[in-house]
Structures are given as structure tokens and as C-alpha cells.
């Protein structure tokens, strides 16, 4: 059974920085692409980033530069490491199998909350 | 970046009437492959989306044959036949064709 369960989620200042973590199992990280993909409180869905191949990777304008996305292959975990967090940066945050075509965000994580505010 | 507009933001419906809610994109989904990678996602309340339709009109394992999809080029539609109860929650079209992929602003469906 596919799973994904993130952590490390919290209140952070503004200008911290955090580190999400996403474990899988009942599948391969590396053999897939992989998505980290946001929530804004009542809001909707936002596609910050993702990992592929060889460790390629591509990030959307707002976080490039203070966002690092990765994978640990022998722990089977996706991470994106946040760094300058902005206020704009709340939201819950998902990690989905997927971001290259197909599958598509065909399973998601339970998010983990971040809330960056002083 | 690509634009998905959907429509009616807000929807609400009787039990067992049907529902149709649109999903247009500002540039064509035609990926060069020949796919159309628009997927629909439904997020019940308090709960991850999941994915109900991938690559236009593909059901997902255990979606029931209540929900379809459908459209080509810049226009798409997701149907459900007959509104149930555990049908209510926001439904989100969105693209995979081009990068960044982007979302529609969901769809708020409601029981009247």
C-alpha cells in the first residue's frame, strides 16, 4: 500500500527556516517524480516544487533560491528545506508521488502545517 | 504561467441531481507526446485532495462511475451523474502539461 506521511511542520519566524520531511513506502522515491504542492489557509493549490531522475529539480519563482528540495534514497523520504520563510509562506504543506506527467499527483501525503509569523 | 479557470466557484445541489463543473485553460494542454495531462481533484472537508480523473476522462482506482471527465483543447468539464452526500467538498481542476502545473481556483460543492 502506497503511504506518505509528512512532519516537521510548526510556527517559525519570519527569515527562520524549517525542514519537511515526507516518508514513502509501498513504493520506490527515486523511481518516481516527486511534488511538494501547498495550501494557503482557505485557499487553494499551489505547486512549490519537484524532484526527478538523477536528482533533477525545478521550483516555482517564489520559493527559487530559498527552497531546496531532495531525497534520501536509502530512507525512502522526500525533503524540502525552507529557508528566508515570509509570511506568504503559511500554508499546509503536501508531498504527492508525482509532477512529470504520468502519475500525476495520484497520492498525496496528510500535510503538515507551517505558519511563519512573529 | 497557465491559467485554469473554473466555473461556478460555488455550487450547490440537490441529492441525486447531477452536477457539471468547467475547467478552461488559457493555452491549449496538448502535451508533445499527444496527451492532454488535465487531472480533476476532489478535497472533502478536513481531508488531502485525491485525484478523480487523470488525463481528461481516466477514472482513478475506486472513483465511482458516477464522476466523468471530459473536454479537449482548452475546455474541459468534470460531470457527477447523481450528487451524494460524501460528494461535497471543493474539486480542483489542473494542468500537467505545462510547467509550472497550475490549479483552478476550486469548486465549493454543497448540498442545498
Known amino acids: 500500500e502506497v503511504q506518505l506521511v509528512e512532519s516537521g511542520g510548526g510556527l517559525i519566524q519570519p527569515g527562520g527556516s524549517l525542514r519537511l520531511s515526507c516518508a514513502a513506502s509501498g513504493f520506490t522515491v527515486s523511481s518516481y517524480y516527486m511534488s511538494w504542492i501547498r495550501q494557503a489557509p482557505g485557499k487553494g493549490l499551489e505547486w512549490v516544487s519537484v524532484i526527478y531522475g538523477d536528482a533533477g529539480t525545478y521550483y516555482i519563482d517564489s520559493v527559487k533560491g530559498r527552497f531546496t528540495i531532495s531525497r534520501d534514497n536509502s530512507k525512502n523520504t522526500l525533503y524540502l528545506q525552507m529557508d528566508s520563510l515570509r509570511a506568504e509562506d503559511t500554508a499546509v504543506y503536501y508531498c504527492?508521488?508525482?509532477?512529470?506527467?504520468?502519475?500525476?499527483?495520484?497520492?498525496w501525503g496528510q500535510g503538515t502545517l507551517v505558519s511563519v509569523s512573529s | 504561467d497557465v491559467v485554469m479557470t473554473q466555473s461556478p466557484l460555488s455550487l450547490p445541489v440537490t441529492l441525486g441531481q447531477p452536477a457539471s463543473i468547467s475547467c478552461r485553460s488559457s493555452r491549449g494542454l496538448v502535451y508533445s507526446d499527444g496527451n492532454t495531462y488535465l487531472n480533476w481533484f476532489q478535497q472533502r472537508p478536513g481531508q488531502s485532495p485525491r485525484r478523480l480523473i487523470y488525463?481528461?476522462?481516466n477514472r482513478d482506482s475506486g472513483v465511482p462511475d458516477r464522476f466523468s471527465g471530459s473536454g479537449s483543447g482548452t475546455d474541459f468539464t468534470l460531470k457527477i451523474s447523481r450528487v451524494e452526500a460524501e460528494d461535497v467538498g471543493v474539486y480542483y481542476c489542473m494542468q500537467g502539461t505545462h510547467w509550472p502545473k497550475t490549479f483552478g481556483q476550486g469548486t465549493k460543492v454543497e448540498i442545498k
Open positions: 488525463k481528461v476522462s
Open positions: 504527492a508521488r508525482g509532477g512529470g506527467g504520468d502519475p500525476d499527483f495520484d497520492y
